[in-house]
């Protein structure tokens, strides 16, 4: 009747059925496969589930870091693990920031030790070979890594250094991954092709000038910092206050929505 006749009247009768049936059949593809349930951001378990994995299934564990939501979702598989460890870490950073990136384990430090844990004569901490201590402070080499990025051209060096929002949200990661009991620093490691000779009103003393630097005689161009010492002694408006606000540079954008 709709070819010969022009008549879609019985057409359109039996599209009742056919769209009563297409629904039943997506409620029952989409109560098989929980993934369905992220294109709905209202009401999506899916997102819930894989969130309980890594200890964010409750609304008061979301949206608390630089790091979007999202995008842990998204690494997933390494936040689940119950240990945490130098290859995780590596591939964490290197995959969302798109850089080479390695981690060098057991970095020494000096620590302070408070004057009650201190050996004083007479008193406290005295007994030889357990619990005597020379000095105010001790070289310790399990509690502090070291992150080491690069080579890095020119724009990646730049971006972060201190101050950036790159550099931020790469502390946030790693906070997010390894927690607050290991201390850390940072190292950027400049590529030669893009070493440029220091000269005045050019460079930064101490981020990206270097005395007696040569192509030729090159050793590496690096710059070394604690991010989170220098978030803490950073004046008022040196860093951001406020995560969520934070202006994000576009390629970090453009590579978290290529994670979803």
Same mark, same amino acid.
């Given at each position: 009747?709709?070819?010969? $006749?022009? @008549?879609?009247?019985?057409?359109?009768?039996?599209?009742?059925?056919? &769209?009563?049936?297409? =629904? %039943?059949?997506?409620?029952?593809?989409?109560?098989?496969?929980?993934?369905?349930?992220?294109?709905?951001?209202?009401?999506?378990?899916?997102?819930?589930?894989?969130?309980?994995?890594?200890?964010?299934?409750?609304?008061? !564990?979301?949206?608390?870091?630089?790091?979007?939501?999202?995008?842990?979702?998204?690494?997933?598989?390494?936040?689940?693990?119950? =240990?945490?460890?130098?290859?995780?870490?590596?591939?964490?950073? +290197?995959?969302?920031?798109?850089?080479?990136?390695?981690?060098?384990?057991?970095?020494?430090?000096?620590? @302070?030790?408070?004057?009650?844990?201190?050996?004083?004569?007479?008193?406290?901490?005295?007994?030889?070979?357990?619990? !005597?201590?020379?000095?105010?402070?001790?070289? %310790?080499?399990?509690?502090?890594?070291?992150?080491?990025?690069?080579?890095?051209?020119?724009?990646?060096?730049?971006?972060?250094?201190? +101050?950036?929002?790159?550099?931020?949200?790469?502390?946030?990661?790693?906070?997010?991954?390894?927690?607050?009991?290991?201390?850390?620093?940072?190292?950027?490691?400049?590529?030669?092709?893009?070493?440029?000779?220091?000269?005045?009103? $050019?460079?930064? %003393?101490?981020?990206?000038?270097?005395?007696?630097?040569?192509?030729? =005689?090159?050793?590496?161009?690096?710059?070394?910092?604690?991010?989170?010492?220098?978030?803490?002694?950073?004046?008022?408006?040196? &860093?951001? !206050? &406020?995560?969520?606000?934070?202006?994000?540079?576009?390629?970090? @954008?453009?590579?978290?929505?290529? &994670?979803?």
């Amino acid at each position: 009747r709709l070819r010969n $006749g022009a @008549d879609p009247t019985l057409a359109r009768f039996l599209d009742i059925f056919h &769209h009563r049936m297409m =629904t %039943l059949f997506y409620r029952a593809f989409a109560d098989a496969e929980p993934a369905i349930a992220h294109d709905r951001p209202s009401s999506d378990r899916f997102a819930l589930f894989v969130g309980a994995l890594f200890g964010m299934g409750l609304p008061s !564990t979301r949206e608390r870091s630089l790091i979007p939501d999202r995008t842990k979702l998204h690494y997933a598989g390494l936040l689940a693990g119950q =240990t945490r460890n130098a290859d995780g870490l590596r591939a964490l950073v +290197g995959d969302l920031f798109r850089v080479a990136v390695q981690v060098e384990q057991f970095v020494g430090e000096w620590v @302070d030790i408070p004057r009650g844990n201190q050996s004083q004569l007479g008193r406290a901490n005295c007994l030889l070979g357990l619990d !005597t201590l020379l000095g105010t402070r001790a070289w %310790l080499c399990g509690g502090k890594f070291r992150l080491v990025l690069g080579p890095l051209r020119r724009d990646q060096f730049e971006g972060f250094l201190p +101050g950036t929002a790159r550099l931020e949200k790469l502390a946030a990661l790693v906070r997010t991954y390894a927690g607050d009991e290991l201390t850390w620093d940072l190292k950027l490691v400049l590529a030669k092709p893009e070493w440029r000779p220091m000269a005045l009103g $050019g460079s930064r %003393l101490g981020w990206d000038a270097w005395i007696g630097l040569s192509p030729s =005689t090159w050793p590496r161009a690096e710059f070394l910092f604690d991010p989170a010492r220098r978030a803490r002694f950073a004046p008022d408006g040196a &860093h951001s !206050t &406020h995560g969520d606000v934070l202006d994000v540079p576009q390629q970090i @954008d453009e590579l978290e929505q290529a &994670h979803v």
